[in-house]
C-alpha cells in the first residue's frame, strides 16, 4: 500500500499565507483531499477532488498537485485555521484502499 | 441535514469481539460509499475500511485485515463493522465518514462524532 508524508508541524505569521504538502506516490493518480481537525472535534473536509472545497469553507483555502506532491494554501491565515491538517487519497493499486498523511500541526503566531 | 451517529464503542478485552454501528441520515444513503476511520489517542487519522454503495466492492487497511469485516444495510441506512480479536493498538476513536461519490473515491464530507474503543485488560 501507498504512503503519504506531510511535515509534521507548520507555523505561519497572522495573515500571511502558508502552504502545506503532502507526498507520496498515489497522487500521480489521484488527487488528495484536505481535512482540518481541531482539538476534540471530528475532521472537516476543507480541499477535494483538483481544487475544490465545500459549501462553507471560506475561499482562502485552496490546493494544488503537481507530479507526487499535494498542496494546500492558506492565503491570509487566521487565528482560527490553527489546528491539525491531513491528506488523504486513494491508492495507487486501484484496489478499495485509502491512505492518510501523518498530518501536519499548523500555528498561527 | 446529514447526520452520523457511531454506537457501540466501549471496553473490550483483548482478543474479544465488538460490533460498530453507525446510524445515517439526511441523505440517500444508498447513493454512497461508506467508510470507517479511526484515531488512537493523540494520534493521526487511519482509514479502517471502505464499502462501495452496494457493497461490490470493499476493502480494509492491512493493519486490520482478516480481523474486522465491513457490512452496511441500505434498508435500515446503517453502516457496520465487526470487530474481532481486538488488540491494545485498536483502541482508538472510530469515526464513520460518509463518501462523496458512489464508489468510494476517498473524499469523505461527513463525519459522525465517533465512538470510542477501548482494548485492555
Known amino acids: 500500500s501507498s504512503e503519504l508524508t506531510q511535515d509534521p508541524a507548520v507555523s505561519v505569521a497572522l495573515g500571511q499565507t502558508v502552504r502545506i504538502t503532502c507526498q507520496g506516490d498515489?497522487?500521480?493518480?489521484?488527487?488528495a483531499s484536505w481535512y482540518q481537525q481541531k482539538p476534540g472535534q471530528a475532521p472537516v473536509l476543507v480541499i477535494y477532488?483538483?481544487?475544490n472545497r465545500p459549501s462553507g469553507i471560506p475561499d482562502r483555502f485552496s490546493g494544488s498537485s503537481s507530479g507526487n506532491t499535494a498542496s494546500l494554501t492558506i492565503t491570509g491565515a487566521q487565528a482560527e485555521d490553527e489546528a491539525d491538517y491531513y491528506c488523504n487519497s486513494r491508492d495507487s493499486s486501484g484496489n478499495l484502499y485509502v491512505v492518510f498523511g501523518g498530518g501536519t500541526k499548523l500555528t498561527v503566531l | 441535514e446529514v447526520q452520523l451517529v457511531e454506537s457501540g464503542g466501549g471496553l473490550v478485552q483483548p482478543g474479544r469481539s465488538l460490533r460498530l454501528s453507525c446510524a445515517a441520515s439526511g441523505f440517500t444513503f444508498d447513493d454512497y460509499a461508506m467508510h470507517w476511520v479511526r484515531q488512537a489517542p493523540g494520534k493521526g487519522l487511519e482509514w479502517v475500511s471502505g464499502i462501495s454503495w452496494n457493497s461490490g466492492s470493499i476493502g480494509y487497511a492491512d493493519s486490520v485485515k482478516g480481523r474486522f469485516t465491513i457490512s452496511r444495510d441500505n434498508a435500515k441506512n446503517s453502516l457496520y463493522l465487526q470487530m474481532n480479536s481486538l488488540r491494545a493498538e485498536d483502541t482508538a476513536l472510530y469515526y464513520c465518514?460518509?463518501?462523496?461519490?458512489?464508489?468510494?473515491?476517498?473524499?469523505?464530507?461527513?463525519w459522525g462524532q465517533g465512538t470510542l474503543v477501548t482494548v485492555s485488560s
Open positions: 498515489s497522487l500521480r493518480s489521484y488527487y
Open positions: 477532488g483538483k481544487n
Open positions: 465518514a460518509k463518501d462523496m461519490s458512489i464508489a468510494a473515491r476517498g473524499d469523505f464530507d461527513y
